[in-house]
């Protein structure tokens, strides 16, 4: 059976050409093909014809297809629909910051984790994606769009640490200084917190950010949001942070997504400040995006400033997240889902 080139790291591929008796460098020529985004293996022109045939007969390239576009008439952010070469669909999402351009990746087609406001997991879990289903994500938006992607930010569709191995693979790959060389400063993974593999992450000592979606300072509260938390408790979970953090030396950034009625009361603001007083860490407020299909909706703009300043008044660092595109299905699993019920209303831009 062929193997796919784009999931083998320069290591990989420096062994994989040894082993056909080729020169070590040729490991790193295909390697830089490949991260220019390179998908015919003719196209690999300082590899000598006989070669580039031998190649042929024992590899392919994984390519994703933009199936669909939306582009934010308000901020540029674009989120694409990709289909994999099984058929499957996922979605990524390009924005556009002032300090670079930040390509949001999903990890698996669907999710197992059931967070009861998230489009994501309505469909349960489909498939892991491959290391270089996840790499031409990247590659795809950035050929798409002309432009360097400097962040990573795994929050796509899927839980990240239940694909850790891939994953890993590909921070290292993303990282290299002969590819795409994305400072691992730059790249961010989300998970809903899984503790086992959070230790398991911070085994690996790779000096990424570490977001985690908490969403609610009591347990109570959270089993209301997360399945997740039936399995393990916050406290438990904090800790596991407090080690990575401890670990890696980089602040853990804890996700809370604002939903009215449910987690945005003074008493909820009291809680969560008690429980991260004095932790090498951030919170980053998500004004929850609505999903079809559930009830859940953000607090009002005052809501979230009062939820912040009484952080802040506490000695916790806090950011609001941008809502970007939000003309566009932003959250997670809205644009594949919307595709595959109806494409009324939607204003699609046709991929080049
Ligand atoms: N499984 C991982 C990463 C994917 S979700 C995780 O749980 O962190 C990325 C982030 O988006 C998480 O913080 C998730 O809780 C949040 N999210 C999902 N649906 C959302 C919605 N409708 N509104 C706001 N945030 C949402």
Redesign the pocket.
């Known amino acids: 059976m062929k193997r796919d080139l784009l999931n083998l790291s320069l290591a990989e591929l420096t062994t994989a050409m040894s082993d056909i008796g080729w020169p070590l460098f040729r490991g790193q020529q295909i390697f830089q093909w490949l991260q220019k985004g390179v998908k015919d293996i003719d196209k690999m022109t300082n590899l000598p014809k006989n070669d580039r045939d031998k190649l042929k007969n024992q590899y392919f390239i994984t390519k994703l297809d933009i199936i669909k576009k939306q582009v934010s008439h308000q901020d540029g952010t674009t989120k694409y629909l990709f289909q994999l070469p099984d058929g499957e669909l996922i979605e990524s999402v390009l924005m556009k910051y002032h300090h670079g351009t930040s390509a949001c990746l999903s990890t698996q087609v669907g999710?197992a984790?059931g967070?009861a406001?998230?489009?994501?997991g309505q469909e349960g879990l489909i498939r892991n994606l491959t290391t270089a289903e996840m790499l031409d994500q990247i590659i795809a938006m950035s050929a798409d769009q002309v432009e360097r992607i400097s962040h990573v930010v795994?929050?796509?569709?899927?839980?990240?640490l239940q694909n850790l191995q891939e994953v890993v693979k590909l921070i290292k790959i993303v990282n290299h200084e002969a590819g795409l060389h994305i400072s691992m400063r730059h790249i961010t993974l989300?998970?809903?917190g899984l503790i086992p593999e959070i230790h398991q992450l911070a085994d690996y000592e790779l000096p990424i950010n570490l977001?985690?979606?908490l969403?609610a300072a009591s347990d109570e509260v959270r089993r209301r949001l997360m399945p997740i938390a039936r399995r393990y408790a916050i406290q438990e979970l904090v800790e596991a942070c407090d080690a990575y953090a401890q670990k890696t030396g980089r602040r853990v950034t804890y996700?809370y997504?604002l939903i009215k009625d449910v987690n945005n009361s003074v008493l909820d603001m009291k809680a969560l400040a008690t429980l991260l007083k004095n932790r090498l860490c951030h919170v980053n407020l998500?004004p929850?995006?609505?999903?079809e299909g559930s009830h859940y909706r953000s607090g009002s703009s005052d809501d979230i400033k009062l939820f912040k300043n009484t952080l802040e008044s506490k000695g916790i660092p806090v950011s609001v997240r941008r809502e970007m595109g939000n003309d566009i299905d932003a959250?997670?699993g809205q644009l594949k889902r919307r595709t595959q019920n109806s494409n009324e209303g939607i204003h699609w831009e046709e991929p080049r």
């Open positions: 999710c984790m967070c406001f998230c489009a994501s795994l929050m796509g569709s899927g839980e990240p989300s998970t809903c977001a985690v979606s969403h996700e997504a998500i929850v995006n609505p999903v959250a997670c």
